[in-house]
């Protein structure tokens, strides 16, 4: 009887092991939590959800090692992608549904990490004091007609260091270190802030343009703070290097963490992330792109119209990072 029971529980166990699924997510709760309760209404795994900040949860998976609880780490931007992999954190995923849904060149090559949405680092500017015609491409920001009129944030943001291994990629390093040292020429101010501070400083006119990521022009569109809204319905955005090799793009993204004891759940979320319900989500949710872009957008992005993405390998980004991090500081962008 004690034997039955001790198997029961067992069996019992198993049960509730099968049926869960555990994330690290850099990602911050708000913008993942609904689409995991959505799941889990759908299939009856649960998802346990971890948050924190991107180099935490790295620094937190090497110390745990093979006894992470975690199966799954979500984070944005390639570059922490590219990192995790290297740091042997990742296990290769077969999944035909990931490689048919997700463009090659937004997924590792050897299926360590996969792009789950997309996000493009644009140009945005301020209508009264510059003409949509005068823009035309990250590049040309380096030209002295915008001397003082740039508002970027820091080198230590992984987006900018991300934009500029993909020019490394894109045109070698010393063409991207002659940008990168005439661009800091024409910064406005010393960098400072985030990507919404950026904005806000091109619509009190404290710079005339500024590159940032797509999404938080959205945030503040849509935002219940008033003040926001009207900020941000100063500026415009603009796509850049539309005549060259597209705007410049990234993603969030997951691996399957090695010592994953729910993979096979791990993997039904992950192809679950990319399904059309999902990628719909995002965009409403947080004004990104899907992930193979052949599904209607949220109004605003709608509103941006169409545009040329680039479509290099974002595996670069991450093989380019620390040149990128080494060629900034060069050119003495703080
Ligand atoms: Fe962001």
């Known amino acids: 009887m004690k034997i039955l029971f001790i198997l029961f529980l067992v069996l019992f166990q198993a049960q509730i092991n099968a049926a869960e699924v555990n994330i690290y997510s850099a990602r911050k709760e708000a913008l993942i939590k609904p689409i995991l309760d959505e799941f889990t209404k759908e299939t009856g795994i649960n998802v346990n959800l971890v948050t924190g900040k991107a180099d935490t949860l790295l620094k937190r998976l090497e110390v745990e090692g093979k006894n992470t609880p975690a199966d799954i780490l979500l984070t944005v931007d390639v570059a922490r992608l590219v990192r995790a992999k290297e740091k042997g954190l990742f296990q290769v995923i077969d999944s035909a549904v990931l490689e048919q849904t997700i463009p090659e060149y937004y997924r590792d090559d050897e299926n ?3 792009g789950l949405s997309l996000r493009s680092r644009v140009i945005v500017y301020a209508p009264d004091r510059v003409k949509a015609e005068e823009l035309t491409s990250y590049e040309d920001l380096a030209d002295s007609k915008w001397k003082d009129s740039i508002c970027i944030r820091s080198s230590s ?3 900018n260091q991300s934009l500029v291994a993909s020019m490394i990629a894109h045109s ?3 063409k991207t270190e002659a940008w990168a040292t005439a661009l800091v020429n024409n910064f406005a101010r010393s960098p400072k802030g985030g ?4 904005i806000k400083a091109v619509a009190v006119g404290v710079c005339d343009v500024a590159i940032v990521n797509n999404y938080y022009l959205a945030g503040m569109l ?3 703070q008033d003040e926001q809204v009207t900020l941000a319905k100063k ?4 796509w850049p290097n539309q005549n060259a090799e597209g705007a410049h793009m990234n993603v969030s993204g997951a691996g399957i963490l090695k010592p994953a004891k729910n993979k096979k759940e791990a993997i039904q979320l992950l192809e679950y992330l990319v399904s059309d319900k999902a990628q719909q989500w995002y965009a409403e949710a947080n004004h990104e792109y899907s992930i193979n872009s052949d599904i209607a ?3 605003i992005l709608k509103s941006w119209g169409k545009f040329k993405a680039d479509k290099l390998n974002l595996s ?3 093989k380019y990072n620390a040149d990128a991090v080494l060629l900034m500081d060069r050119a003495g962008w703080k």
Not at 195 to 198: L, T
Not at 235 to 238: N, Q
């Open 112 to 114: 360590l990490w996969f």
């Open 157 to 159: 943001n992984v987006y």
């Open 172 to 174: 070698g390093l010393e």
């Open 195 to 198: 990507d919404r501070d950026q």
């Open 222 to 224: 849509v935002s219940s």
């Open 235 to 238: 500026i415009k955005l603009f």
């Open 297 to 299: 957008n949220s109004k």
């Open 316 to 318: 670069l980004l991450g």
